[in-house]
């Protein structure tokens, strides 16, 4: 039985707190969640029949595992909380976490504590990182998204782009991982977790193209090393709670919750 808090309960968190007291109800312990939208977070707590209300500083010593399913700017403040005090912590907003990869993995080493990234809406990572044993020269990634999902991206606020006009199939950025990571935080999470598992965020290469009339999020992963090439292209649906988060990024935050309580681990 492992106890588990969850940080943020919005589209992702909420579907793993409900997992949590439903098919993961005889391995996992949900002792509390907390949300900056107190509203949100009390309407889950009665649904879930959780009575206690706790601050992230007060929830992070009674459990074993912290899930962050909040924002880019929470993720690094609820890693380093949760490592310090020797816990494990599954991290979704990976973009928050390029600049401290460092600081992350040392925290990590230093409480033996584990950081989980799941792969989010993308496909590849297992072959990225059997690869990354070996030589890899490039790792590219280009998305595909209709225009309204990058509605107030920092890129697109900046650059004064004009979603609305767009009527054919437009790049919209094309650079390193770091840099869309920058600019689109809610819509780019799966480039962090590639440039981590992979070549980091300043040689991963990442194109974004706005495309009218698209309903699906479509990630394409390219990988070429001393072993070969991958290519991977995921076609998602996005969730009909939060049109930027792709369906399969849910599963995969269940996936690897199921995955952290297996006794049989399958895959790189
Ligand atoms: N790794 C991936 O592939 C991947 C895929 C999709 C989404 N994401 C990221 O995962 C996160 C959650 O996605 P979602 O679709 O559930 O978003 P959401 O907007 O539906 O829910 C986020 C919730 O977190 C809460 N929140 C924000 N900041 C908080 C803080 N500091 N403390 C506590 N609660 C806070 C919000 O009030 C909201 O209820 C986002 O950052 C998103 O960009 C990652």
Same mark, same amino acid.
């Given at each position: 039985?492992?106890?588990? @808090?969850?940080?943020g309960?919005?589209t992702?968190g909420?579907?793993?707190?409900?997992?949590?007291?439903?098919?993961l109800?005889e391995?996992?312990?949900?002792?509390?969640i907390?949300?900056?939208d107190?509203?949100?977070?009390?309407?889950?707590?009665?649904?879930?029949?959780?009575?206690?209300?706790?601050t992230?500083e007060q929830? =992070?010593?009674?459990?074993d595992?912290?899930?962050?399913?909040?924002?880019?700017? +929470? +993720?690094?403040?609820?890693?380093?909380?949760a490592l310090?005090?020797g816990?494990d912590?599954m991290?979704?907003?990976?973009?928050g976490? =390029?600049?401290?990869? +460092?600081?992350?993995?040392?925290l990590? +080493?230093?409480?033996?504590?584990?950081?989980?990234?799941p792969? /989010?809406?993308?496909?590849?990572?297992? /072959?990225?990182?059997?690869?990354?044993i070996?030589?890899?020269?490039?790792v590219?990634?280009?998305?595909? %998204?209709?225009?309204?999902?990058f509605?107030?991206a920092?890129?697109? =606020?900046?650059?004064?782009?004009?979603?609305?006009?767009?009527?054919?199939?437009?790049?919209?950025?094309?650079?390193?991982?770091?840099?869309?990571?920058?600019?689109?935080?809610?819509?780019?999470?799966?480039?962090?977790?590639?440039?981590?598992? @992979?070549i980091?965020?300043? %040689?991963?290469?990442v194109r974004?193209?706005?495309?009218? @009339?698209?309903?699906?999020?479509?990630?394409?992963?390219?990988?070429?090393?001393?072993?070969?090439?991958?290519y991977?292209?995921?076609?998602?649906?996005?969730?009909? %709670?939060?049109?930027k988060?792709?369906?399969?990024a849910?599963?995969s935050? =269940?996936?690897t919750?199921?995955?952290i309580?297996a006794?049989?681990?399958?895959g790189?």
């Amino acid at each position: 039985m492992i106890r588990v @808090g969850i940080i943020g309960t919005g589209t992702i968190g909420s579907e793993l707190a409900l997992q949590c007291i439903t098919t993961l109800k005889e391995e996992v312990r949900l002792v509390g969640i907390v949300d900056t939208d107190v509203q949100r977070e009390r309407l889950l707590r009665k649904q879930l029949g959780l009575s206690r209300r706790y601050t992230l500083e007060q929830l =992070v010593p009674q459990v074993d595992l912290v899930i962050e399913a909040a924002s880019a700017a +929470a +993720a690094y403040p609820i890693a380093k909380t949760a490592l310090q005090h020797g816990k494990d912590v599954m991290i979704m907003s990976a973009g928050g976490l =390029v600049h401290h990869e +460092a600081a992350i993995w040392k925290l990590a +080493a230093e409480h033996r504590s584990c950081v989980y990234l799941p792969s /989010g809406a993308i496909a590849g990572l297992d /072959g990225l990182k059997s690869a990354s044993i070996g030589r890899i020269r490039k790792v590219s990634l280009t998305t595909r %998204k209709n225009p309204l999902s990058f509605r107030n991206a920092p890129y697109i =606020v900046q650059k004064r782009i004009d979603l609305n006009t767009i009527r054919e199939e437009t790049l919209l950025f094309d650079g390193t991982a770091e840099k869309a990571i920058q600019g689109f935080p809610q819509n780019i999470n799966v480039s962090a977790t590639l440039s981590m598992a @992979g070549i980091g965020s300043k %040689k991963t290469r990442v194109r974004i193209y706005a495309c009218p @009339g698209l309903t699906h999020h479509v990630h394409e992963v390219a990988i070429d090393g001393d072993f070969g090439s991958i290519y991977t292209r995921t076609q998602n649906l996005p969730s009909k %709670k939060n049109p930027k988060t792709s369906h399969l990024a849910i599963l995969s935050a =269940v996936a690897t919750l199921k995955r952290i309580l297996a006794n049989i681990k399958i895959g790189t």
